[in-house]
């Protein structure tokens, strides 16, 4: 192809030279364009700016209230209703442990009985860290410590002593009870349980562990966040908080009547209630209401709606920037581009029809050298199908037969041959390295190489093992390929049939054969070194096995059907689902059979790609076969 005079890309092309003497002039129409254009923008990102905000603010709230406020109350019950459950299993542990229940029988008298129990109680105080464990008859009405000290004689006519008379009227299992000791300046939780029936108990224990240690956990909930924790019960009395000195004071004293009314208020329902208000200061705070499941108290967490949304100033500071920024930016280049560039619109056109120029050219130039590799790729596929067996010699030797040759390109590395010998016939289906003209190149290797072993002696051929074997020797030598460090390791797969009046021999390298008859489908797999590989040994040795051949349908396929991905969940077609269609398929002729194989793949295939070559031989059997001499072989 003769070069033009002049290409787009030369220092001397005309269009350089007028580019180059392009002179800008100050355009004050423009001018005002630009700054018209620059407000829009300006007012644009600031209304733009604004809305982003607000929603933002509005959904960080909508998300505290519905989620994160709920979390964190969840999070918080669940570490309290632990330590309460846990204090109830131990208390129910000990109303049901046998040494008790025979030193009540004995009228606590038996001090053997009392000296194990009284340690297991003290290990509760010791190594449980709970505050006390207690015992207290009701035949007796004697309250015995942890210690096995003798404390107090219950009486109906001390209102101190009213809780245990209570609990043994109560028929509960076990039940909860919070004390706040005014002296003590902390809360104290005690498990009432009950010894024997229900209805009528023998005896009354548990446990009392004291709450500081709840009560510096929750302080740690805070982390300077401006949250407030509370532990209260149904009037408003606090029983824990995050800090000491509110425990033991009334709700009331603490927060905002507003808040006070919604939480405690003549609406209260012992639900979760989230809720919103403002304090003395006009400050705007959030709040969760969380009933336990322990016990019938309720947890607060208060967070102070400023803190939630602070990280939004640090967005809006930074949005202000980032506009600021922007606009500057943008005034300034338009005004540039304003001054520097007369008659914009002009000098696009110019350079956009430059391009085209460019483009023109470099597509025809792929154009030309993409005709001549598909042109050399289309007579490398004629070439290949010339070594392939036509129909016409395929009907002269088999009985009933039909081919799927279906390269993954123009031309691939399948391939199938037959070969006349005597009144039997070698067929052979084969996968070669590789796809497109690499795999092609293989294909005549390896036709070429069973034409010349089967040519030079006659003997082998009626023995299809030895022909692989020959074969891998034969690759192995061309391709230099008995040395583990050479340049290549490429080789095939193969599966042979040897099929004459009375038998079909077959013979694999990595193939499979696939039988069906009046019995049903029969598979014989091949055997498992692939043809003129490095790692198959020269002297490998291939197994033929010998079938009936009356009757019959025979199938040879490469892996590329197996390997084709599609279908609802793009996994491969797979050997199962191959087998299963040759079966379904069976009673049709062969001819119909290779419209339903290809219609069945193209299906599964959908819109997927093929992935590798593809091919598919099979043919029938019956008790003669045309003996028609000099048809069918590639010579």
Excluded at 277 to 288: E, N, V, W
Excluded at 339 to 364: D, G, I, M, S, W
Excluded at 560 to 579: I, M, T
């Amino acid at each position: 192809m003769t070069r033009p005079a002049r290409m787009p890309g030369d220092n001397a092309s005309p269009l350089n030279d007028s580019v180059s003497s392009f002179k800008p002039e100050f355009d004050k129409g423009v001018t005002k364009v630009m700054i018209l254009a620059s407000a829009l923008i300006v007012f644009s990102m600031l209304l733009i700016g604004t809305f982003v905000y607000q929603f933002t603010e509005r959904e960080v709230v909508k998300k505290l209230k519905s989620k994160d406020l709920v979390t964190m109350a969840e999070a918080i019950s669940l570490k309290v209703d632990a330590r309460i459950d846990k204090a109830v299993e131990t208390s129910l542990s000990l109303a049901h442990d046998p040494i008790l229940l025979e030193w009540l029988a004995s009228g606590e008298q038996d001090e053997k009985l009392a000296k194990m129990l009284f340690e297991k109680t003290g290990y509760y105080t010791k190594e449980r860290n709970y505050s006390t464990a207690f015992i207290v008859s009701e035949q007796t009405l004697q309250y015995w410590d942890q210690n096995g000290g003798l404390v107090d004689q219950m009486s109906m006519n001390d209102p101190d002593d009213k809780w245990f008379f209570d609990s043994l009227a109560s028929g509960h299992a076990a039940a909860v009870n919070f004390d706040y000791n005014k002296e003590l300046g902390d809360t104290f939780a005690f498990v009432n349980t009950l010894v024997g029936s229900l209805s009528s108990p023998s005896a009354v224990v548990g446990v009392g562990m004291n709450l500081h240690k709840l009560s510096d956990d929750f302080a740690a909930y805070k982390d300077g966040r401006g949250i407030n924790l509370w532990l209260i019960d149904k009037q408003g009395m606090i029983y824990l908080s995050d800090a000491y000195e509110d425990n033991g004071k009334n709700l009331r004293d603490i927060i905002a009547e507003s808040g006070y009314r919604q939480v405690l208020g003549d609406a209260y329902e012992d639900q979760v209630q989230v809720i919103e208000y403002k304090d003395q200061t006009g400050k705007r705070l959030d709040l969760i209401s969380y009933p336990l499941l322990s016990t019938d108290l309720n947890l607060l967490v208060e967070i102070e709606r400023q803190e939630t949304i602070a990280f939004l100033q640090t967005i809006k500071w930074n949005t202000v920037l980032a506009v600021s920024i922007s606009i500057l930016a943008i005034v300034f280049f338009f005004f540039y581009i304003s001054r520097k560039l007369a008659n914009p619109y002009k000098r696009t056109l110019e350079l956009n029809q430059h391009l085209e120029e460019q483009v023109v050219l470099r597509t025809k130039e792929l154009s030309e050298r993409n005709q001549d590799i598909l042109d050399s790729i289309n007579y490398a596929k004629l070439l290949q199908q010339s070594v392939l067996p036509t129909d016409i010699q395929l009907q002269k030797q088999l009985e009933e037969h039909f081919v799927i040759w279906r390269p993954r390109d123009v031309v691939g590395g399948d391939f199938y041959w037959m070969k006349k010998i005597g009144d039997q016939t070698l067929i052979a289906v084969g996968d070669c390295t590789g796809h497109g003209v690499p795999g092609a190149f293989m294909t005549l290797l390896a036709v070429s190489a069973l034409n010349r072993i089967v040519d030079k002696d006659h003997g082998i051929a009626e023995d299809p093992a030895s022909i692989l074997g020959q074969l891998n020797r034969l690759l192995k030598e061309t391709l230099h390929q008995e040395d583990q460090k050479g340049i290549t390791d490429d080789g095939l797969d193969l599966g042979l049939c040897l099929v004459g009046k009375d038998q079909v021999v077959f013979a694999g390298a990595a193939c499979s054969l696939y039988r069906l008859d009046d019995e049903g489908l029969h598979i014989w797999k091949g055997d498992r070194k692939s043809i003129g590989y490095r790692r198959t040994p020269e002297d490998y040795s291939y197994t033929n096995h010998m079938l009936p051949a009356a009757g019959a349908k025979y199938y040879m396929t490469t892996d590329g059907f197996y390997d084709q991905n599609g279908g609802d969940r793009d996994y491969s077609f797979n050997k199962n689902r191959f087998a299963e269609m040759i079966v379904r398929y069976g009673s049709h002729s062969l001819e119909e059979q290779r419209e339903l194989f290809v219609k069945e793949l193209e299906t599964y295939m959908g819109g997927e790609r093929q992935r590798d070559d593809i091919t598919v031989v099979s043919f029938r059997t019956s008790q003669s076969f045309k003996n028609e001499q000099n048809g069918g072989g590639l010579s």
